[in-house]
C-alpha cells in the first residue's frame, strides 16, 4: 500500500499478471529448499515480457530514485535482469556478482570502489542468503548498502536486510516438510521446477543424479 503512489500496480493486479504469464503456479511443488509448496513462483517467466520487466523494474526503481545510489549489485542468475533493468531505468551503472567455486564473487573485472554507495537488486528473496553475500562482497570493499530491492518477498516481511528494503509483492508462501505435506499424503504428483540444483540434498528423499561439477566457465 506504501507503494501505491509510485507504483501503478495493485498486489491484485501483480498477482493477475504473475498467473497469466505463468510466473505463479499452482499444484505441488518441490522448493530448492527441499520443502514442499502447493504454489510455484518463477519470476523469469514475467521477466521475459519487455512490458511487464519495465512495469515492475519502474516500481522498484521509483522507490529508490531520491537515493543516492552509485552502483546497482545483484547476484546472478535471477538478479541479472531485473538489476539491469532497475540500474538503466536509475541510469546508474550495473553489475551482477556469480558464484565461482560455490562463492558469490565479483568477476568480468566488475569493481567496487570503497566509500561508493550500493544498491542490491534481486528477483525473489526467499531466505535473502545471496543478497546478503552479495551485500558483504560489497561492504567487505567499502561500499554502503543504499537499499535493498526485490520483486517478490516469499519471506512475507520476515527477511529483513537493509533499513531501506522495498518489495512489490509480499507472498505469504505456504511449505510443508515431507512428512506432513498433504500434498504428499493425497498423492498429488510433485513438480520440481526451476534452474537451481538443491544446494544441500536432503538426508531421506531420492537425490536427482546431477553432473558432477560445472562444465565451462
Ligand atoms: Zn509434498
Given at each position: 500500500m506504501s507503494a501505491a503512489l509510485s507504483?501503478?500496480?495493485?498486489?491484485?493486479?501483480?498477482?493477475?499478471?504473475?498467473?497469466?504469464?505463468g510466473a505463479l503456479l499452482?499444484?505441488?511443488?518441490?522448493?530448492?529448499?527441499?520443502?514442499?509448496?502447493?504454489?510455484?513462483?518463477?519470476?523469469?517467466?514475467?521477466?521475459?515480457?519487455?512490458?511487464?520487466?519495465?512495469?515492475?523494474?519502474s516500481g522498484?526503481?521509483?522507490?529508490?530514485?531520491?537515493e543516492s545510489i552509485d552502483a546497482v549489485?545483484?547476484?546472478?542468475?535471477?538478479?541479472?535482469v531485473v538489476g539491469t533493468e532497475v540500474g538503466r531505468q536509475?541510469?546508474?551503472?550495473?553489475?551482477f556478482a556469480e558464484r565461482a567455486d560455490g562463492v558469490m564473487s565479483l568477476?568480468?573485472?566488475?569493481?567496487?570502489?570503497?566509500?561508493?554507495?550500493?544498491?542490491?537488486?534481486?528477483?525473489?528473496?526467499?531466505?535473502?542468503?545471496?543478497?546478503?553475500?552479495?551485500?558483504?562482497?560489497?561492504?567487505?570493499?567499502?561500499?554502503?548498502?543504499?537499499?535493498?530491492?526485490?520483486?517478490?518477498d516469499r519471506s512475507n516481511g520476515k527477511v529483513r536486510l537493509a533499513e531501506n528494503q522495498f518489495s512489490l509483492l509480499q507472498l505469504d508462501v505456504v511449505t510443508y516438510q515431507l512428512d506432513v505435506c498433504p500434498l504428499c499424503a493425497a498423492d498429488v504428483p510433485l513438480v520440481k521446477?526451476?534452474?537451481?540444483?538443491?544446494?544441500?540434498?536432503?538426508?531421506s528423499s531420492a537425490v536427482p543424479t546431477t553432473q558432477q561439477g560445472t562444465p565451462g566457465v
Amino acid at each position: 500500500m506504501s507503494a501505491a503512489l509510485s507504483h501503478p500496480l495493485s498486489k491484485d493486479d501483480l498477482i493477475q499478471i504473475f498467473k497469466s504469464t505463468g510466473a505463479l503456479l499452482e499444484g505441488h511443488f518441490k522448493l530448492s529448499s527441499g520443502l514442499h509448496s502447493p504454489n510455484y513462483f518463477q519470476c523469469a517467466k514475467v521477466l521475459q515480457h519487455p512490458k511487464y520487466l519495465e512495469q515492475l523494474c519502474s516500481g522498484i526503481a521509483e522507490h529508490f530514485r531520491g537515493e543516492s545510489i552509485d552502483a546497482v549489485l545483484s547476484p546472478a542468475i535471477g538478479g541479472v535482469v531485473v538489476g539491469t533493468e532497475v540500474g538503466r531505468q536509475l541510469g546508474v551503472r550495473t553489475l551482477f556478482a556469480e558464484r565461482a567455486d560455490g562463492v558469490m564473487s565479483l568477476r568480468r573485472g566488475f569493481e567496487i570502489a570503497a566509500g561508493e554507495r550500493v544498491l542490491f537488486i534481486e528477483d525473489v528473496v526467499t531466505t535473502g542468503g545471496s543478497v546478503r553475500e552479495v551485500m558483504k562482497l560489497a561492504t567487505e570493499r567499502g561500499a554502503f548498502v543504499a537499499g535493498v530491492g526485490f520483486i517478490v518477498d516469499r519471506s512475507n516481511g520476515k527477511v529483513r536486510l537493509a533499513e531501506n528494503q522495498f518489495s512489490l509483492l509480499q507472498l505469504d508462501v505456504v511449505t510443508y516438510q515431507l512428512d506432513v505435506c498433504p500434498l504428499c499424503a493425497a498423492d498429488v504428483p510433485l513438480v520440481k521446477p526451476g534452474s537451481r540444483p538443491s544446494p544441500l540434498a536432503s538426508s531421506s528423499s531420492a537425490v536427482p543424479t546431477t553432473q558432477q561439477g560445472t562444465p565451462g566457465v
